[in-house]
């Protein structure tokens, strides 16, 4: 049966990019292909939760901000703005060259331009709760939203947040067309009408999707010639990677992103390299990626070996992360010899975590002992079955030290819960960034965010911590905010509530005929600026 069903993929596909519809009546160079293996759910930016549906969206719409691929904030359809002394008011200036793709709904001219209304729209749609969206959040640091003129937005927040910048690049923020989605009610969805610099043309959900060019799009490249570069992107549906990778080693798609079991070691040697045979046809690109893998302690426990910040430390310093990170990564992903913060993120220290220090693991386990009669300490790592490997390896290294360890493995909702309720003594976790600033991710350790109505999963608790977290929202200088970071960080790893394993990265393979595809620390695939020669 699995046969059967490839082989109809491989026909769908093969058909897809042979057929002589209008929207294939393009050069293959100037299409763009790739497989979204986990399906996508909605082409609304307000439902734009999974990276599958926020890939496709990013080429529809546009916010008033963007991310540039080194997490600056840029320009967009806003063309400029300005914040206000207390750091409360936000003023936007629109560009007014901006157009909605064109659809018949508006009239004679087939679009119209985006104004500030469209803003105070767009905004106030997410927000409804008839919608239903998933980007509500957002906006809960914000008090007002409205339009002054045509080419003016003001945004009033409760209290100074200086990453509000980077949540107005989510894809949350889009704006979109009132007589649009009014008109289609929940069926935009598969009707979008934006401002990207791609507009939608044709959707068979679970087999094919297909963007054209928008030629009315209204940034330019370096150069000063009009984006985008490409006629369309193609995006097919196979199920899983390695259906997936195999396309891309024959050709048929340009692009994969990530390193899944079922082809890593076929593509990569055990360093993290380019086998050989791949070296001609395909490069690879990877970097940074906004993830934190770490162990974390519940600092409530009963636990002897819990409540020990002697024990916590020899966990940090007795295990290898580099040799884990070859053994069982081929080498993709930066091992975590630093703090919370990932690396790629303003704030990120290199210095103030652990290195691996077998002799020095082995002291502090005597300690602990010596000083509790506990001769033969006892802690458990609860894991989901995919990073059992990763326990199992930390598992091995840290017996050496004379700490006897225990995995249990359950399912990801039962993990979901424990540690969301205070049941797990020592769990894996991670963590990947809602919105490309620090404060995300020192906001686990902030004492009001207790889980489970927080992420504070840990209950860690410091008095310090929470003033430094405090002052930073009225830190508007961005060089003085990243000091306060690092130095909660470091206050953090200090205390030993988390056992840092990793930070991740995003690692991209390309066809040789690929330019312009780059690569940044939140994995978001822009590709306006692509092309294919």
């Known amino acids: 049966m699995k046969t059967l069903q490839f082989t109809i993929y491989l026909s769908i596909i093969a058909s897809f990019f042979s057929c002589k519809t209008e929207e294939t009546k393009v050069n293959n160079n100037t299409v763009f292909r790739y497989n979204e293996h986990k399906n996508i759910g909605s082409l609304d930016p307000a439902f734009a939760k999974d990276l599958a549906d926020i890939w496709a969206t990013n080429q529809l719409f546009n916010g008033l901000v963007q991310m540039d691929n080194n997490l600056n904030v840029q320009a967009s359809i806003a063309k400029d703005w300005t914040i206000s002394d207390n750091a409360l008011t936000y003023t936007f200036n629109l560009r007014t060259d901006v157009f909605f793709h064109k659809h018949q709904l508006f009239g004679t001219d087939s679009t119209r331009t985006v104004t500030a209304k469209d803003f105070e729209y767009s905004f106030n749609r997410v927000l409804d709760k008839k919608i239903a969206s998933s980007g509500q959040w957002v906006f809960n640091k914000v008090d007002d939203f409205y339009a002054t003129t045509d080419s003016t937005f003001v945004v009033k927040l409760k209290q100074p947040f200086p990453a509000f910048l980077g949540l107005l690049t989510m ?131 009963n636990l002897t070996e819990i409540q020990s910040t002697t024990l916590r430390k020899a966990i940090n310093y007795g295990f290898d992360r580099k040799k884990m990170m070859t053994y069982l990564r081929n080498g993709i992903g930066i091992p975590a010899n630093g703090g919370f913060i990932p690396k790629g993120l303003p704030g990120y220290k290199s210095s103030i975590g652990y290195t691996y220090q077998p002799e020095k693991a082995k002291e502090l386990v005597r300690q602990f002992s010596k000083s509790t009669g506990i001769k033969n300490p006892k802690i458990t790592i609860t894991t989901t079955g995919n990073y059992l490997s990763f326990c199992e390896f930390i598992q091995r290294e840290l017996q050496k030290t004379g700490l006897i360890i225990s995995i249990d493995v359950m399912p990801a909702s039962a993990l979901k819960s424990g540690k969301a309720n205070g049941k797990l003594d020592l769990f894996r976790a991670s963590w990947v960034a809602d919105y490309p600033d620090a404060e995300n991710y ?87 600026n692509v092309s294919k020669r």
């Open 171 to 301: 894809k949350y923020c889009s704006v979109v067309p009132k007589e649009i989605t009014e008109h289609y009610g929940s069926e935009f969805r598969s009707h979008p009408i934006g401002t990207g610099p791609f507009k939608f043309k044709r959707w068979e959900e679970n087999i094919k999707l297909v963007f054209r060019k928008n030629h009315n799009y209204f940034e330019k490249d370096n150069n000063g010639k009009s984006l985008p570069h490409l006629e369309a992107v193609a995006i097919t549906f196979l199920p899983d990677k390695q259906s997936e990778f195999l396309q891309f080693a024959q050709g048929n798609i340009d692009f994969v992103s990530g390193l899944d079991a079922s082809y890593k070691d076929d593509i990569l040697t055990a360093t993290g390299n380019l086998r050989p045979h791949y070296k001609k046809n395909v490069n690879m690109i990877r970097g940074p990626y906004l993830n934190t893998e770490y162990l974390a302690f519940y600092m409530e426990s």
């Open 442 to 528: 020192l906001s686990l350790y902030y004492s009001k965010n207790f889980a489970p109505n927080g992420p504070n999963y840990t209950h860690f608790k410091n008095e310090e911590f929470d003033n430094l977290y405090e002052s930073a929202f009225n830190q508007t200088n961005v060089s003085k905010r990243q000091l306060l970071y690092t130095k909660m960080d470091s206050l953090v790893m200090s205390k030993s509530p988390i056992v840092p394993l990793f930070y991740d990265e995003v690692v991209r393979f390309t066809r040789k005929n690929v330019y312009g595809l780059g690569i940044n620390p939140i994995n978001l695939l822009e590709l306006k």
